[in-house]
Every structure is written in C-alpha cells, then in structure tokens.
C-alpha cells in the first residue's frame, strides 16, 4: 500500500488568493489611464509577475510596448489586436507573447468594451515609436497605484495588500 510522505511546509509561505475576478464593486477598478483600467489578482513582491484583469471601454490605441519575460493572456470579453500582427484577439481566445517583441495594443472602433486577463512576468515597458523606452510598469508600480487609488475612493489603502505575494 503506497504511503504518503510528510512535506514540511515553511511558515513563510504566503497564504492562496481566492476572489472573485470580476468584482461587484467598480472601486476595485484602478485607472490606468483615460478609459483603460487594471483589476489586480495576484502582486509577487518576489518573483515580479503580476496577474490582473485589463479593461478598455474605449477604442484606440492602449499602449506601445514590450516585456522581458513572456506574457499570456485569455480574453474574457471584447478583442484587441496587435498593430504588428494580422491577428485578433477575440472573445474566448488565448494570446502568448514572447519576450522582447514591441507591440502596440489597439481595441478595434467596433468593441465597446475589452476585458483581458494577462499573467505577465517582470516588466512591461513603454516605447515611443522609435523603440525607446518611455515609461515601465513593474508589480511594484502596480502596488504603488493601487494603494493610492484604494486610499482615495474609500477602500482603503491596504486594500491592495491581499493580492501581495
């Protein structure tokens, strides 16, 4: 009869997240930018990947960028395409983006309404259409606009703190 072996388990080990991913509050929204928001799912302070849920309720161009590790992504509802592929991300389909390609994420003038979620592991940098770099997000950023966001609409600040790894 086979046996199961103890595995200690470190009191340091950070507990599960379990919550609901699509929120009843629109306050757990963070802007991110005019009509672009974030909902995070999980910040690691440790290992720099961050999970959250992008939402778009406009049309255009959300952002020039690249990443240095890889990223995916499922979309929940909505599409977005890439300007650099002939590509689109619909509804219900899975996207993987290898490191170090820049990408411009557009949601096509005929979506109201995009909702993504991406894991995305290390940082997302911002370029110019030049390629240079302009601006980044990294999980510590995350963390930075949702305790201000969380702090100035009533949730509190440490509000963000039970996505934090």
Known sequence: MPTTANIAISAEVPPEIAVAA??????VWVPQADGVFFRPLLLNRITGQWCNLLKVTRAGIVSRHRHPSLVVGY??????????????AEEGGFVYEPPGEIHTLRVPDDCAEMITFFNISGAMIYVDDDGNQIGYEDTFTKIDLCREHYA?????????DQFCR
């Open 22 to 27: 699509m929120p009843d509050d629109d306050r």
């Open 75 to 88: 979309v929940i509802k909505g599409k977005w395409q890439y300007d650099e592929h002939d590509w689109v």
């Open 152 to 160: 100035a609409n009533g949730l509190g600040a440490d509000y963000v």
